[in-house]
């Protein structure tokens, strides 16, 4: 085989790992920013751990096909970039969504959330749920209620006995 044939085959495994290692994936049209709003998108990812790539779409659809995540390949049309998050499955939903609202150039074309392949539409709505955090707190707050709610009622039972008694 020609050494261009090797080079791309490597690419394309890289494209592959990529994808296994991913908790979510995220495909995006970036025609229309110019380089500093892309640098702003990239500085923005990078931070918060997540990788923004542009690869060839052939060589990306030779990826999805070995790990059977040919339904993508049908977004993969004209210049895509693609970011790529192996730990925070929203966190490149979410800082994608807030930049295209900011640069309407940006269009989210879909996605692929823990292996599922999901439309533009569902990579929205996940970049639209609260944080981690702000879950978590709202699931304590839930758990608190009972608790907080019996307390209230036993302390006004017993000033209720204790007018009584007075």
Do not use: C, W
């Amino acid at each position: 085989m020609t050494k261009a044939v090797e080079t791309k085959k490597v690419v394309v495994q890289t494209i592959a790992d990529k994808f296994d290692a991913a908790a979510s994936v995220v495909v995006v049209d970036y025609r229309g920013l110019n380089v500093a709003q892309v640098t702003e998108l990239r500085k923005q990812l990078r931070e918060a751990g997540v990788e923004f790539k542009v690869y060839k779409n052939s060589m990306t659809r030779r990826a999805t096909e070995m790990h059977g995540l040919e339904a993508i390949n049908e977004h993969l049309t004209g210049p895509n970039a693609i970011a790529f998050s192996n730990e925070d499955v929203v966190a490149p939903a979410r800082i994608i969504n807030d930049f295209a609202k900011k640069n309407e150039a940006l269009e989210i074309k879909a996605g692929i959330i823990e292996g599922t392949v999901s439309s533009a539409e569902d990579v929205k709505a996940l970049a639209e749920l609260p944080s981690r955090e702000g879950l978590l707190s709202m699931l304590l707050s839930v758990l608190q209620a009972p608790v907080r709610n019996f307390a209230a009622i036993t302390k006004a039972v017993a000033d209720s006995k204790e007018e009584q008694g007075a």
